[in-house]
């Protein structure tokens, strides 16, 4: 079936630094993939997507580029900061139809220390 | 933009009585909604799908008879946790995703504790 696999937290960073969290998945076909975020005490918020190979998604400041080739769909910010510390869920739909629910995986925490 | 709205944001119940839980979608007609569960520090758990008009689709594990799903009208599913018990207590997510949208769309959670 399909899964989302994500790298262990926690993640533990000074402020300015560099951010990468690894997530590689396992799908039938060619899902859209997405970057969730939760910040503590509230619900998920649509952090970026993309729907197809090669595309990038991006916002605030964050980046990640959907790679069939390795399956993966790694999250990057080239420098964060203490109000980006949240936990982040990389999540597969397979279909773009709307009865399709999301998979999840296990969520990365991230701390930024100023 | 699409938005759901889901209520309460908290409550506490005594052990054997149940629970009402209800997301709404503001602006938009969802003919389907999925509810989830997220234990403390893991991951979401999709729950089940549920379906305008027609029964839920529950996931392996999940005891439909425990978590009563209600999906009546276009823009509102409720989730009942009946006879509730300690372990029943987690945060619960319903979401969305509007046709022709950006993506799923999610409620602000319940946080349920069951004494």
């Known amino acids: 079936g399909n899964s989302v696999t994500q790298m262990e937290g926690p993640v533990t960073l000074s402020e300015e630094a560099f951010l990468t969290i690894n997530c590689t998945y396992t799908?039938?076909?060619?899902?859209?993939l997405f970057w969730y975020v939760q910040y503590p005490g509230e619900g998920l918020q649509l952090l970026l997507k993309?729907?197809?190979?090669?595309d990038k998604g991006s916002n605030k400041g964050f980046e990640a580029t959907y790679r069939k080739e390795t399956t993966s769909f790694h999250l990057e910010k080239g420098s964060v900061q203490v109000s980006d510390s949240a936990v982040y869920f990389c999540a597969l739909s397979e279909t773009n139809q709307a009865g399709t629910a999301l998979i999840f995986g296990k969520g990365t925490t991230l701390s930024v220390s100023s | 933009g699409a938005v759901v709205s889901q209520h309460p944001s908290r409550v506490i119940c005594k052990s054997g009585t149940s629970v009402k839980i209800e997301c709404r979608s503001l602006d938009f007609q969802a003919t389907t909604m999925f509810w989830y569960r997220q234990f403390p520090k893991q991951s979401l758990m999709l729950m089940a799908t549920s379906n305008e008009g027609s029964k839920a689709t529950y996931e392996q594990g999940v005891e439909k008879d425990k978590f009563l799903i209600n999906h009546a009208s276009l823009t509102l599913s409720t989730l009942t946790v009946t006879s509730a018990h300690p372990e029943d207590s987690s945060f619960y997510i319903c979401?969305?995703?509007?046709?022709?949208?950006?993506?799923?769309?999610f409620g602000s959670g319940t946080r349920l504790t069951v004494v």
């Open positions: 993309a729907t197809k190979a090669d």
């Open positions: 979401s969305a995703r509007p046709t022709g949208g950006p993506g799923y769309t």
């Open positions: 799908a039938t076909g060619y899902p859209s």
